[in-house]
């Protein structure tokens, strides 16, 4: 509200309850951003408002639609455990984690970051996350820094598009 108190100081009404209640809401024709679930503006010629073209921007501008069909299915990965009916503790320690890093909503979990993993516990190595060496665990699954729970042993961890 402290953005308008010019524009009410200005139009002389005492009251800003009564000011605001007044005031009318045109349709100004700007275009709203690309993503169907973001109700704000398009910044200039972008078709994102001012966040989603500085994170479309952050991840290398890729094609528009592909960004934009990215962004929209985020969340929508689904893991295939399937490789590790065997192996039930391994399966339930993973699906624990993954629990976790979707409850503390700190970042996306995509399916292309936890299938490696999965075929990496399937091989073999042992019946439990607790058996594997801490090196192990932060290494093994591509992405030195960022282990199996999701912990970042760097400052930043993953972003999401």
Known sequence: MRAHYGFWE???EREKKNWIAG???TDSGHQVCRLSFCTLWAQGNSPFCHNHKSRWYAVGSPDIEEFARRCE???DDRFDF???EAERQLKLELQYALQCRHDERQVNTHSSAVSPVIRLASSGLSGSLLEWPM???STSCGRAGTSL???SN???GPSRP
Do not use: Y
């Open 10 to 12: 200005r139009a002389g």
């Open 23 to 25: 005031l009318t809401v």
């Open 73 to 75: 299915a985020a969340g």
């Open 82 to 84: 399937r490789p590790l």
């Open 135 to 137: 090196e192990h665990r």
């Open 149 to 151: 729970t999701g912990s």
């Open 154 to 156: 760097a400052a930043a």
